[in-house]
């Protein structure tokens, strides 16, 4: 009988039911079970007072973390907005999962390249605004595990996260999903649902009650997210201007309380910030509150619930996203050529430090999973760089 790899045994393993946290002990070395997260390891004094110290602690000792894109609008190649800016059917769409295929995702060299670039953490699309999760999910079928491609891919990442000591950050769409039936529709918000010039027959919802189910659903993923692959990081949820639409239909300390009582040491961001109750802000690009915004599309009252919070997340230590390709989070063909280069990375790793941020840098992978080599070539030259010449000093804006 031929030896199965750790990828082969972890697939297997998924497909017949277990839990990641059930495989730990078997698809890790030999050794006893850890007594702190492995990317909170050196930090034990302060996980021993307190878990979610020792994570803030951590993260801000980080600096430098990787985000990936990817999914199903990936096949597409014109980023991750494409069903919504076409008006894809959802029909249509879902038929995607019949050519998935992410081949080429390599967990092994995905987090080799993170700690080459000198990263202490990766951020991954569990579910993006379509709805498509990238882990097996009991909840909902349309995911990686339940394709012809058979992949659990957040298990295969959390393996090696774990195995390396990255901290894992699960990026979940928490106030837009353009799949599932009872989220509200595009009359509060355009992001909420594509504009499409027909009804389509997938969605239900029909009053404000509904939205109950949506979140049903989502507090069941939150929990397959944080018992089935071991140690997290953190949470990230996206995007804050469906929130801010409708702020009444999302239960946020309800969501946040569930986080934290099924992993303490799990990290809680939601962009500028829902409540300023989250562990640390994540705006895109440099920091901002998003305030006039919210103000002309959602009207004062909510307004003030996103400067409310940006003024008390802006104080912590946060972090900045922005992505190699010149602006699509998502693999997109027409930005081939023109990603960033890596003295522009460093330059922005400094920016991010004067405003006292992590700096979150994003790579859109092609449609087969693997890594653009305009995006590994940066992130090795970047990663020489700080080898050589240390982390940049702070600039200022």
């Known amino acids: ?39 909170l ?23 430098f973390g990787l985000f990936m894109h990817y999914g199903l609008y990936s096949e597409y190649g014109r ?15 879902a038929n995607l999962t019949d050519s998935f295929d992410p081949k080429d995702f390599d967990a092994d060299f995905i987090t080799d390249l993170a700690l080459d670039a000198g990263m202490k953490y990766v951020n991954i699309t569990s579910k993006h ?51 599932t039936p009872y989220f509200y529709p595009n009359e509060y918000v355009y992001i909420a649902r594509p504009d499409y010039a027909t009804p389509q027959p997938e969605y239900k919802w029909q009053s404000d009650s509904d939205s109950q189910h949506y979140i049903d659903f989502v507090h069941q993923q939150m929990k397959e997210l944080l018992t089935n692959y071991g140690d997290i990081a953190g949470i ?32 809680i961001s939601f962009k500028q910030g829902a ?11 440099h920091g901002n509150s998003l305030e006039s915004i919210v103000r002309r599309n959602h009207g004062d009252a909510n307004a003030a619930i996103a400067a409310k919070a940006w003024a008390s997340n802006k104080s912590k230590w946060n972090e900045i996203c922005d ?35 992590n700096l979150l840098m994003n790579t859109g992978p092609l449609p087969d999973g693997s ?15 700080i080898r050589s010449d240390g982390y940049p000093e702070p600039i200022d804006r």
């Open 236 to 267: 990230w949820l996206d995007p804050i201007i469906g929130y801010y639409a409708r702020p009444d239909l999302f239960p946020i300390d309800e969501t946040y309380e569930l986080i934290g009582s099924l992993q303490p040491h799990a990290l």
């Open 79 to 93: 980023g991750a907005w494409v069903q919504l800016q076409e008006r894809i059917p959802v029909a249509k769409y």
């Open 371 to 385: 890594i653009h080599h305009e995006d590994i070539y940066a992130f090795q030259a970047v990663g020489r760089m």
């Open 1 to 39: 009988m031929m030896k199965q790899t750790k990828r082969e045994f972890l697939q297997s393993a998924l497909a017949a039911g277990v839990g990641f946290s059930q495989l730990s002990k078997s698809v890790c070395a030999a050794g006893s079970e850890q007594s702190v997260p492995s990317h």
């Open 129 to 179: 605004h379509d709805g498509f999760c990238l882990f097996h999910s009991k909840h909902s079928q349309f995911n990686s595990a339940d394709t012809a491609a058979g992949r659990d891919l957040v298990g295969e990442l959390a393996e090696q996260c774990q195995a390396k000591g990255l901290g894992l950050f699960l990026y979940y769409s928490y106030a837009a999903d353009w799949q």
């Open 323 to 357: 992505t190699l390709q010149p602006s699509g989070w998502a693999c997109k063909f027409d930005d081939d050529g023109n990603h960033k280069k890596p003295g522009v990375v460093y330059d922005l790793l400094g920016k991010a430090f004067g405003e006292d941020c």
């Open 275 to 285: 409540t300023g109750t989250e562990d640390f802000a994540a705006p895109e690009r």
């Open 41 to 63: 390891r050196g930090y034990e004094d302060i996980y021993a007072r307190s878990p979610r110290d020792a994570a803030l602690a951590w993260f801000k000792d980080a600096k």
